[in-house]
């Protein structure tokens, strides 16, 4: 699924920039796909690399210390329902355990490289290399239903706005990403029953007369892929003639067929938004910065910087107690931290270029335009449609998404703490399905995408049905 999906995003993106005269030029598709490639790796693999090494360093000390026994004891009964294929005391349990404290903890990245590390472990146990285990799709849909008891990014941005009380997001984060866990866990579970889903021996690349059949069938073109590939190279003609042809063509189809119109209309839209951030964020500014953070804030911040120096001395000082080579244990777990980061950049690359080429294609703007109708009519507010759609794709696309909303002075308070509500009970799940199985070679699948995206869209209405019941407008 996640094949059609990629293929999707690339084509529909590169159609749509091809019709509106998004392809070439300094804000091309073309140029913000490579843009982007780079940013996967110097932006993001390499310095994943550094938190790599420093957290599974510390996860080794960890394990010699007890302490992974230890917790992974402490939730054994809970955790053996969940992944009842994981044996009892496998290290997979406790870096699992791990990854989702650093989650409900708000730790942010640091999440990850614990994520990382409970996928490398979970394939250890797979006999089928290719494909994901029931244990694997299990774990990564509680993942991106990220349960939060403290989402520190929200908070600290809702702050910086100058919403006062701004922990007052806790609990509505609490019940919307308890909704989406409890959401995660069904439909994994249910799905994989599903022979549509079930798990598939993995392909050889032994030369044998069944390989050689296999191949050859494959290589023909069935009557649907001759359909589809014929439409799609008759549209990207019609693309290279309004490329190549005078400007005025390309105008002149557009006002005809109406979309002219549309993107005229989805361009202010986006242009009047921007502008009430810009102009609300000199004020936002002035006024965050001259406040230092106080009560209940401050001590959740303080909570916060707490956790991992504490998780630090606890581990050295058990280790050290129990006479453990501190150092050269540190930097035999670290070793592998730059070989993941390696592994990963093949999948980051695709699922950043794919994005970029959707973004700024002007498809994700007329996406939003075109369905701003129909989720208005159902209660769903409008404003909101762009951190709906931008979340389960990036991180940092959505983080701006909700600065502006919170930027804008004409904005309720409904609106900016719903935006803040969705923003920590939601997760990037395109990302983290790319990145934790592509740390580990899995190429199928199964059912983790219609788990993940299920329990975003729970998130989701939960977060407009909450925010309406704790801050109405």
Not at 233 to 262: D, H, M, W
């Amino acid at each position: 699924m996640l094949n059609y999906i990629w293929a999707a995003i690339v084509l529909g993106g590169i159609l749509i920039a091809g019709l509106l005269g998004n392809l070439s030029g300094e804000n091309g598709v073309i140029p913000a796909a490579l843009d982007m490639a780079k940013t996967a790796v110097m932006g993001i693999a390499l310095p994943l690399s550094g938190m790599m090494m420093f957290w599974l360093g510390t996860m080794r000390l960890m394990e010699k210390a007890g302490l992974l026994a230890a917790v992974s004891h402490l939730l054994h009964p809970l955790m053996r329902r969940l992944f009842p294929e994981v044996p009892a005391g496998h290290p997979a349990l406790s870096a699992m355990i791990m990854n989702f404290a650093a989650n409900m903890l708000g730790l942010g990245n640091s999440a990850t490289p614990l994520g990382l590390k409970a996928m490398d472990h979970l394939q250890q146990l797979n006999p089928h290399k290719q494909t994901a285990s029931n244990a694997m799709v299990t774990f990564l849909a509680l993942n991106t239903a990220a349960f939060t008891l403290v989402p520190m990014t929200a908070i600290n941005y809702l702050a910086a706005a100058g919403i006062k009380n701004a922990y007052e997001v806790i609990f509505p984060t609490i019940l919307a990403t308890a909704c989406t866990t409890v959401t995660a866990i069904v439909m994994a579970k249910s799905l994989q029953r599903l022979s549509r889903f079930r798990i598939e021996p993995d392909t050889t690349e032994t030369p044998d007369s069944s390989t050689e059949t296999t191949t050859e069938t494959s290589s023909r073109f069935s009557p649907r892929g001759k359909l589809f590939l014929t439409l799609l190279l008759t549209a990207f003609a019609g693309i290279a003639v309004l490329e190549l042809a005078a400007p005025t063509l390309r105008q002149s189809v557009l006002e005809k067929t109406g979309i002219a119109n549309v993107v005229k209309a989805a361009e202010q839209r986006s242009a009047d938004a921007k502008a009430q951030a810009a102009a609300a964020k000199p004020a936002t500014t002035e006024t965050t910065t001259a406040a230092a953070p106080t009560g209940f804030r401050a001590s959740l911040n303080s909570a916060s910087a707490l956790a991992i120096p504490f998780l630090l001395v606890l581990t050295l000082g058990v280790a050290l107690a129990r006479r453990v080579k501190v150092y050269e244990e540190f930097v035999d777990g670290a070793k592998e931290g730059f070989a993941v980061a390696t592994r990963i950049m093949p999948f980051l690359v695709a699922m950043f270029a794919a994005l970029a080429i959707f973004r700024y294609s002007g498809a994700l703007l007329l996406l939003e335009y075109l369905l701003a109708p129909l989720l208005g009519a159902v209660g769903f507010p409008v404003d909101l449609l762009p951190m709906a759609l931008m979340r389960p794709l990036s991180g940092s696309g959505s983080l701006g998404v909700l600065t502006e909303i919170l930027a804008r002075p004409d904005a309720s308070e409904f609106l900016k703490m719903t935006a803040a509500i969705m923003f920590g009970s939601t997760e990037t799940t395109f990302y983290v399905l790319a990145v934790y199985f592509g740390s580990v070679g899995v190429k199928k699948i199964r059912h983790a995408l219609i788990a993940g995206l299920t329990a975003d869209f729970v998130g989701l209405t939960m977060s407009v049905v909450i925010g309406r019941l704790m801050f109405p407008s």
